[in-house]
């Protein structure tokens, strides 16, 4: 028995009696465990960006300076809409969105990199073209944590306050994900 159900027992022995047995059983999935209450150490994070990914909360750089880790900054570029805009408008429309898109990612990396580096953080830099939850899903498993913004993958609207593509992804990993 965990030194915390030890002490509500001896707490409520004369209150609830038999029902605190009862409650602890029916309520056990939302009480935390001596284990879900120590914080994991983490020593990498892995966190995609990409054009839908506005701003960096400021609370988000200040949690992820909590841990002594190594940052990867992925910007994956989807190679889905590159062909799809290479097949139905031109060869020369799919290099320009290539090359703007390259340009939006460098920048947004070497930005958000500046910032976690101010903070002490080591931070690593990948851009490259993928599919943008499965590529985030295989990549993870060689991380401790992942870090990934509600709009990742598309638009969020009041509807719909988190993207299909970061649902995906926390649907199919079994790491510490910060949702920001």
């Known amino acids: 028995m965990s030194i915390y159900s ?25 009480l ?19 054009r839908y990914v506005r701003e960096i909360p400021k609370d988000l750089y200040d949690t992820l300076s909590a841990y002594d880790a190594t940052i990867l900054l992925v910007y994956i570029i989807d190679s889905q809409v ?12 799919s290099e320009e969105f ?25 931070t ?8 943008k939850s499965e ?3 295989k990549i993870a498993n060689n991380y401790e944590m992942l870090a990934i913004s509600k709009a990742y993958g598309s638009e969020i609207t009041k509807s719909s306050p988190l993207s299909p593509v970061v649902l995906k992804i926390i649907q199919h990993l079994e790491i510490p994900t910060i949702v920001y």
């Open 82 to 93: 590159f062909s799809i805009i290479r097949q139905t408008l031109s060869k020369e429309a």
């Open 135 to 137: 590529d985030v899903i």
């Open 32 to 50: 935390l465990t001596e284990e879900e209450m120590v914080l994991p150490e983490i020593g990498s994070i892995l966190m995609p960006i990409d």
């Open 6 to 30: 030890s002490l509500i027992q001896r707490k409520f022995k004369h209150i609830a009696g038999k029902r605190y047995e009862r409650i602890l059983k029916e309520y056990r999935e939302f």
């Open 98 to 122: 290539k090359r703007k898109e390259e340009l939006n990612g460098e920048k947004m990396l070497g930005k958000i990199a500046k910032e976690l580096e101010n903070l002490g953080l080591r």
């Open 124 to 131: 690593q830099r990948r851009l490259f073209f993928g599919n």
